[in-house]
């Protein structure tokens, strides 16, 4: 494969590199040449095509608005940055424009800030490239109005089988990179729309968005340390999309699989949600609205809700098996409704967060001051300490509709518990409790231990993207 280095200027080429740029335009003058790839895209305009012929190119460059580079595909044509700066700028075309600002099929390789910048407002399309960085991001992008990413590939440098001794710690800036620490880094955009990408061996985010409304469908965030997805603010829309072993080696600080927060709306279709080191789905503060769920074998809680307006699962193909602590607990969140959801096999962990300073649960349901709740069509087997339990925080449920619940267990393990309040005649008239659950519950006198919320300190807080963009993360 050649490999060339930009000069850093495109002012001084000869007469063949002249004529090579004149049609840069076309499909069939694929470039090999960093000045050439450099002085090409310089004079390219809106609708333009400047291909990239199978080699390997080293150097910094930016598409002009409008214009496409086109790559021989992701295993042919490399584009490489090293230390500082950034591989890819991708200037957005306007809105209304004829065609997007469009990158595709090739690698990007980045030792620099970050490998693929898009800025705003305006249109860029991403599609069909493998992006590996070394440190720094991956993928960034700010103020776009129309971004469609597809068919991408981003991987960091962190090995999910041998975690460093040290793990990067905010605020994460470009100067002090050290590691890849962003796999997709979006920050106020209009319209965001995700299709068939994995972002992966990050450090910090698999894939975090900042006051966006953006849409993601098939792909997967795995193997990431500290938070594979978080949305905080704005929208998300997420569909068929695997969540998976988020890390947390030896961080104080937990890991989720999914963050929500700081007032973020999420609706979910086919998400799964695995093996985190800590957490399965976070919403703090955000509303989540999840459906044909699966979350399965996260080391804590598979479903948490803490001072979120509202948390909805439904769906016959809900299911949450194997998590600690709880499969669904909330907190401080009134609205809770779960239907058609089997929740099974919650195993014993201790929480730092209680009354008492810690408390181990390994509860199927676990809801702590909801006010407005629904359960319907749920079957709760095999949690280790109680399939359900309600507590009402002193006060009394404004709604209270449980229909069609079945709990199961064995041993000292409870079926279905209320407490701590005006709680209801005959809530449980439609519940079916088999196995122990049936005399465990009879001779249950007194109440158990209930969780808190966790604290600020344990929430990557992204707000300095919110206010100061992406600047110090990927480099003026």
């Known amino acids: 494969m050649r490999r060339t280095r930009a000069s850093g200027t495109a002012g001084t080429v000869g007469l063949a590199l002249i004529a090579l740029v004149s049609i840069a335009g076309c499909d069939d003058a694929e470039i090999c040449e960093a000045g050439a790839l450099e002085a090409a ?49 991708l200037e957005a075309a306007p809105v209304g424009s004829a065609s997007p600002t469009t990158v595709e099929a090739l690698r990007v390789v980045s030792d620099g800030c970050a490998a693929v910048v898009a800025d705003g407002p305006g249109a860029v399309t991403v599609h069909d490239l493998t992006i590996e960085a070394s440190r720094g991001v ?35 800036t470009c100067a002090t990179a050290t590691t890849a620490t962003h796999g997709v880094v979006v920050v106020d955009t209009t319209d965001a729309h995700f299709t068939d990408v994995s972002a992966r061996n990050f450090a910090a985010f698999g894939a975090l968005f900042v006051d966006t409304t953006v849409s993601w469908a098939g792909g997967a965030i795995e193997d990431n340390v500290g938070t594979g997805l978080e949305i905080w603010g704005g929208e998300g829309e997420l569909d068929g999309v695997r ?35 800590a957490f399965g789905l976070m919403h703090a503060g955000a509303t989540g609205l999840h459906e044909d769920l699966s979350v399965t074998d996260n080391a804590f809680a598979g479903v948490w809700a803490q001072d979120s307006a509202a948390l909805t ?91 069609a619940v079945e709990v199961n267990g064995a041993g000292a ?40 919320a966790i604290g600020p300190s344990c929430l990557p807080d992204p707000s300095a993207l919110a206010t100061g963009g992406l600047g110090e993360l990927v480099g003026r």
């Open 313 to 403: 699962l439904r769906g016959t193909a809900t299911m949450l098996s194997g998590n600690g602590f709880a499969g669904v607990a909330t907190i401080r969140t009134p609205t809770v409704s779960i239907a058609n959801a089997r929740i099974e096999g919650t195993d014993t962990r201790t929480s730092l967060v209680g009354a008492t300073g810690s408390i181990r649960a390994g509860d199927g349901v676990h809801l702590v001051g909801a006010e407005e709740v629904t359960l319907d069509g749920l079957s709760l087997p095999d949690n280790d300490r109680v399939g359900l339990l309600l507590d009402f925080a002193g006060g009394a449920p404004t709604t209270l509709a449980v229909t």
């Open 413 to 452: 393990a409870f079926g279905a518990l209320a407490q701590n309040g005006a709680v209801p005649d005959g809530w449980d008239a439609d519940v079916t409790r088999l196995g122990m659950t049936l005399a465990n519950d009879a001779d249950f006198d007194g109440a158990l231990d209930i969780v808190e």
């Open 41 to 89: 895209l310089g004079v390219a305009s809106a609708g333009d095509v400047v291909t990239v012929g199978a080699c390997e190119v080293l150097g910094e460059f930016t598409v002009p608005a409008g214009v496409t580079l086109r790559g021989a595909g992701a295993g042919a044509t490399t584009l490489r940055v090293g230390e500082g700066g950034r591989a890819l700028t």
């Open 243 to 277: 969540l998976c072993r988020a890390r947390q080696g030896t961080l104080l600080v937990e890991s989720y699989n999914g963050l929500f927060a700081a007032g973020a709306s999420v609706h979910s279709n086919g998400l799964a949600v695995c093996e985190s080191e």
């Open 138 to 172: 991956g993928f960034a992008a700010q103020g776009v109005t129309a971004l469609v990413v597809d068919r991408v590939d981003v991987v960091g440098a962190i090995d999910p089988s041998a975690l460093p001794s040290s793990i990067p710690l905010p605020p994460y």
